[in-house]
């Protein structure tokens, strides 16, 4: 089976502009929304990536009418869906797919899909996702890898606390009950980007919701409006090209970084020693230069939930710690996957201590060499492409399939900026 590989010569001084496009992570939840109402939606500045567009290619499947207005502008109507008709192969390769779940119980009051894919990044079950429906008085039954649930649809007013902060599960739970004409309260919900913009577009449809302190409380109604959405732009992206301006010190201007979900990793590379500067573009867009710098020093990254560092910038700052003076705690207490792309920083010449699956000592400031390397998941694969950005030497980077299910021609971009970077077959 023919493959994709990344060949990249580091060492290249880079310089110009590298924009940021629509937020992936986002999209889902608002892809998932379409099938909250029977009337056309319109939605713009979506992202071309695969999970994106498998995530299309699923609505289509299942009979919804999809018209491309634009490059990045679709309308979608989703009156003629039937979910007997659905790609349970395709849902299995992508973790976005669980939030189907949400609107077509609410349409449909039962639905039976395979337990999604994605990412290895360690185990990550769906249980908070069933936990909530069981909690929203649904039966749930597992046969193999198919999970079925029903609900009466009747759900006047319920109180559910999330065993966790999940972004997903938060999203699922507003998606079933945007059509409920009872009222959901959420506690231990998710305030980060992807929960809020769907907030955004729910109240476009007419659902009312209030939100709090890792609280939400939403009214649903029996049916809802079309909406308009422009995709707002993707901080996890805008954060990997800005901790990669970081890494490599190049003179980089990262454009369309929406702030408001960037403050604490951007905190992050100030108390290490570095100069962030801002330029206005309009409202909550921004563009971001990160100037030169001599040295650095990390004590310790963590991943939290918003407002806290995101996980998928974890391994981005991993690469950034190999390149500070001293020892830096690494530390993701969700994921007990996320820090396997450190065997590659290691394998580059980076001293790295593992004190157990969720938390490393990387100590610096390292010099790195090319090498061959796997791409062990999405994230970990933007990690290693700026680690090649600065080894001596050529690094491969395999399986690079990940990489591109949430970075639109990275190595186009890449190139752009001056880095030597080819996209070659292999078998």
């Known amino acids: 089976m023919e493959k994709e590989k990344f060949v990249i010569q580091g060492k290249q001084k880079l310089k110009g502009e590298i924009e940021v496009g629509g ?59 039937d979910p007997n008709n659905i790609d349970k192969k395709k849902i299995l390769k992508f973790r976005g797919s669980v939030l189907l779940f949400g609107p077509l119980l609410a349409r449909f009051q039962k639905v039976s899909l395979p337990k ?25 039954t597992e046969e ?34 945007a059509l409920n004409e009872g009222t959901i309260i959420v506690k231990m919900a998710d305030m980060d980007y992807p929960s809020m913009e769907l907030v955004k577009v729910l109240k476009k449809m007419g659902v009312s919701i209030e939100v709090g302190f890792h609280q939400i409380k939403i009214t649903g109604k029996k049916e809802l409006s ?27 201007l990262v454009k369309n970084v929406d702030l408001r979900y960037l403050y604490f990793p951007l905190k992050i590379l100030k108390n290490a020693g570095m100069t962030v500067k801002i330029y ?39 690469v950034l710690a190999s390149q500070a003076k001293g020892a830096t705690i690494i530390h993701d207490p969700l994921y007990d996957g996320r820090l396997e792309y450190l065997k590659g920083l290691r394998k580059m010449g980076v001293d790295i201590f593992f004190s157990d699956p969720h938390r ?23 990690s290693l492409i700026t680690a090649a950005l600065i080894a001596k030497g050529k690094t491969t980077i395999r399986e690079i399939y990940q990489v591109d299910r949430g970075y639109e021609q990275i190595d186009k971009k890449l190139k752009k900026l001056g880095a030597d970077i080819k996209r070659v077959k292999y078998e």
Not at 40 to 59: H, S
Not at 124 to 139: C, G, Q, V
Not at 148 to 177: C, H, P, Q, Y
Request: charged share 25%; with cysteine.
């Open 144 to 177: 193999e890898n198919l999970i079925r649930i029903e609900t009466d649809g009747k759900t006047k007013r319920k109180t559910i606390i999330l065993n966790e902060i999940s972004v997903t599960t938060t999203e699922n739970v507003l998606l079933f009950a």
């Open 280 to 318: 206005k573009q309009d409202n909550d867009v921004n563009s971001i230069r990160i100037a030169p710098w001599e040295k650095i020093k990390i004590e310790k990254i963590q991943s939290l939930p918003f407002p806290g560092l995101p996980s998928d910038l974890l391994p981005l700052f991993g």
């Open 226 to 252: 079309s909406f308009d959405h422009k995709m707002m732009y993707d901080p996890i992206e805008a954060g990997t090209y800005i901790i990669l301006a970081a890494v490599t010190k190049g003179d980089i």
């Open 23 to 81: 937020a992936k992570n986002a999209t889902f939840s608002i892809l998932a929304a379409t099938l909250l109402t029977k009337e056309d939606v319109f939605i713009d500045n979506l992202p071309l990536i695969e999970d994106i567009l498998r995530m299309i290619e699923i609505l289509e499947g299942m009979g919804a009418e999809v018209e491309w207005l634009s490059r990045r502008k679709v309308r979608i109507n989703t009156k003629n869906v």
């Open 116 to 140: 999604p894919g994605g990412c290895v990044i360690g185990v990550r079950p769906i249980d908070t996702h069933l936990e909530a429906f069981s909690d929203l008085d649904m039966k749930i």
């Open 360 to 382: 490393a000592i990387v100590s610096g400031p390292s010099e790195l060499y090319g090498a061959d390397l796997g791409s062990f998941d999405l994230r970990a694969g933007a």
